[in-house]
Nanobody, 126 residues
Framework: QVPLVESGGDSVQIGGSLRLSCVVSESTNVGDCMGWFRQAPGKEREGVAAINKDGQTSYRDSVKGRFTISQDNGNNTLYLEMNSLKSEDTGVYYC????????????????????WGQGTQVTVSS
């Protein structure tokens, strides 16, 4: 069973919105926190948003006020609501789970996550 499956990526215009979803299999150890990461061509993977078991969230500065991470424990799904999209938001978006971290801010770093999805492409253009 695939631990994490993302969906919702698409091509949108600058200023548009998208909602990404990540379905978490019941057998996946989600750890203390889950997160969304992205990777643009030729660049390293970077943390976008994270959420811990208490619902506390953390965001990279460039997406604060535009992106919202949330989780629905009832249907085992992690979401990323993205508004006012910019061209620099383009990339493959991955969800991750299974990191043990006391502080949600540390969950913006990729190391320590045990499970990763296959990624979903987001392209923002004029």
């Amino acid at each position: 069973q695939v631990p994490l499956v993302e969906s919702g990526g698409d091509s949108v215009q600058i200023g548009g919105s998208l909602r990404l979803s990540c379905v978490v299999s019941e057998s996946t150890n989600v750890g203390d926190c889950m997160g969304w990461f992205r990777q643009a061509p030729g660049k390293e993977r970077e943390g976008v948003a994270a959420i811990n078991k208490d619902g506390q969230t953390s965001y990279r500065d460039s997406v604060k006020g535009r992106f919202t991470i949330s989780q629905d424990n009832g249907n085992n799904t992690l979401y990323l609501e993205m508004n006012s999209l910019k061209s620099e938001d383009t990339g493959v978006y991955y969800c991750a789970a299974g990191k043990e971290s006391y502080w949600v801010g540390y969950c913006l770093a990729a190391h320590g996550f045990k499970s990763w999805g296959q990624g979903t492409q987001v392209t923002v253009s004029s």
